[in-house]
């Protein structure tokens, strides 16, 4: 099936009662039939129809043998990191989101866990930075704020012949643009809030694995059981609602966000544009090469910090806010937002400063968006 009919048909198999959406079980426990016997649920926490559902639609549409749907994106980054034990060493893209390297600095490398942020899109400067005790290679492509894009099969490689596995945060295309598994990839993330839920309703994260018989699969099923960090029914069937119109929603940001980008580059307070479906861009060429689509994110720079702050206040159709990837367009500031606690280092390495706007782009009226930018932009 092609990834249109996946998005709305997902795994569905219909009950007794013939139900086109898929059934909220909202049920806490299940009752068994007899001693040894199991309806195969048993207990929600460890198993529930409706986010076994989705959980299975996530998979099929990564083309991975297993997902966990859980209650963050950054529950999910967790469940990658509390795989590794002291000692191991992570190589993670430089510019990335700014709640990972908090994660990653702040909780795992209180645990002897090295973390080193590294230029991913620059091979042999990644293939330098690899140590035998290289466990994990954490990317995003493109990635946030920068827009950066990663060669996904060619790190794949470079982490296979160094016994690493390689990890893809793919929030900002879905498996609708990019199938990172598909190129090599072991294992991808989500923040499920983005462009998988599209409606800036729900919180949401998911891992995928491309290898459900892998010893970190088998570990994750044991965590996610544990631990229980998994995703409410409520919200997964918000979430398998959401699915479906996964591929319209994006086909039509991903459009009106080149027509944005091609628009601002004219706009004289506008100094910087990045979007890699601008065919100058420096990651066309590969974007186009291993995705399907540029995505709905645009990131800019304007003439002084200033004019950045005043363009926030100005805005009336679009919302000054955090987060990405639904129907309403939103504007972020990164340096005080999304990526307020990235150290200043690495800001300085991949260009994220204080003229910094990062655009997800909504399902209004494009015009509408360029007119609302534009008043922003020269102050009416
Ligand atoms: C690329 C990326 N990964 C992960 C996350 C974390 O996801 P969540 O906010 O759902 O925990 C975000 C959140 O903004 C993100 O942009």
């Not at 492509?141 to 296979?160: E, G, Q």
Request: hydrophobic residues 40%; negative net charge.
């Amino acid at each position: 099936m092609r990834d249109h009919t996946l998005e709305v048909h997902g795994t569905h198999t219909y009950d007794r009662t013939g139900a086109i959406s898929e059934p909220i079980y909202l049920s806490a426990t299940f009752r068994h039939p007899a001693f040894g016997q199991s309806t195969g649920y048993d207990y929600g926490r460890v198993a529930n129809p409706t986010r076994e559902a989705l959980e299975k639609t996530i998979a099929r549409l990564e083309r991975g043998e297993r997902a966990w749907a859980v209650s963050s994106g950054m529950a999910a980054i967790n469940l990658v990191l509390i795989l590794l034990d002291p000692g191991d060493h992570v190589l993670l893209s430089e510019d990335l989101y700014g709640g990972t390297v908090r994660l990653a600095n702040e909780i795992y490398g209180h645990y002897g866990i090295d973390f080193e942020y590294v230029d991913t899109t620059n091979l042999s400067l990644l293939q330098e930075k690899i140590r035998p005790n290289t466990r994990v290679i954490f990317i995003e492509t493109p990635s946030n704020p920068m827009m950066f894009i990663t060669d996904i099969a060619a790190v794949a490689r470079l982490a296979h012949q160094n016994g690493a596995f390689l990890v893809v945060d793919n929030t900002f295309l879905s498996p609708h643009f990019q199938k990172p598994l598909t190129l090599g990839a072991d294992m991808v993330v989500h923040s499920g809030t983005k462009y998988l839920c599209g409606h800036n309703d729900v919180i949401a994260g998911f891992l995928v694995v491309k290898d459900a018989t892998s010893p970190e699969a088998q570990r994750l099923d044991m965590l996610v059981k544990s631990e229980g960090p998994n995703l409410s029914s409520m919200d997964a069937w918000l979430m398998l609602r959401s699915l479906k119109t996964l591929g319209v929603r994006l086909e039509r940001q991903a459009q009106s966000a080149l027509a944005i980008a091609e628009w601002l580059k004219e706009q004289p307070q506008v100094t910087e544009v990045h979007y890699p479906g601008l065919p100058d861009s420096p990651g066309y060429a590969l974007q186009r090469q291993q995705a399907s689509g540029f995505g709905g994110m645009v990131s800019f720079k304007v003439t002084s910090a200033a004019l950045a702050k005043a363009i926030l206040g100005r805005l009336k159709l679009i919302a000054f806010a955090e987060s990405l990837g639904g129907v309403e367009s939103l504007l972020t500031y990164p340096i005080a937002q999304t990526h307020a606690e990235m150290p200043p280092e690495l800001m300085r390495r991949t260009g994220l400063d204080d003229k910094l706007l990062r655009l997800s782009v909504g399902l209004e009226d494009v015009e509408d968006l360029k007119e609302d930018l534009g008043n922003a932009l020269s102050g009416e």
